[in-house]
């Protein structure tokens, strides 16, 4: 099993990125990826939740309407689009997968089950 995330460098405030997480090994259309992302000293943060199986995502609130996660399905990859970036950005970001029990389940806790499969991580950083 394999997560590689791309697309990571430095941008300024106000840019945009589009973060890219390329998995093998697994049944993608059977799992839901998530993008976390973590600053230092800080927690871990889930930011943004995509179920391959139905489309349904989901989007922490501090970057709702910034941010939009998409799936290409033939390539097994997800995308993370981020617009309008601040410093408060800055950090590496990480795609994980989960296998969801259904649409409700991964709806009421996508931030914080434990996730199977996780890449290694692509750097972030917004400058004011």
């Known amino acids: 099993v394999r997560l590689v995330e791309s697309g990571g460098g430095s941008v300024q405030a106000g840019g945009s990125l589009r973060l890219s997480c390329a998995t093998s090994?697994?049944?993608?259309?059977?799992?839901?990826i998530t993008w976390f992302r973590q600053a230092p000293g800080k927690d871990r943060e889930a930011v943004s939740c995509?179920?391959?199986?139905?489309?349904?995502?989901h989007y922490s609130d501090s970057v709702k309407g910034r941010f939009t996660i998409s799936s290409d399905n033939a390539k097994n990859t997800v995308y993370l689009q981020m617009n309008s970036l601040k410093p408060e950005d800055t950090a590496v970001y990480y795609c994980?997968?989960?296998?969801?029990?259904?649409?409700?389940?991964?709806?009421?806790?996508?931030?914080?089950?434990?996730?199977?499969?996780w890449g290694q991580g692509t750097q972030v950083t917004v400058s004011s």
């Open positions: 994980a997968a989960l296998y969801p029990y259904g649409i409700s389940w991964l709806a009421a806790g996508w931030t914080k089950y434990e996730y199977d499969y």
């Open positions: 995509i179920s391959i199986h139905d489309g349904s995502t």
């Open positions: 090994g697994f049944t993608f259309d059977h799992y839901a």
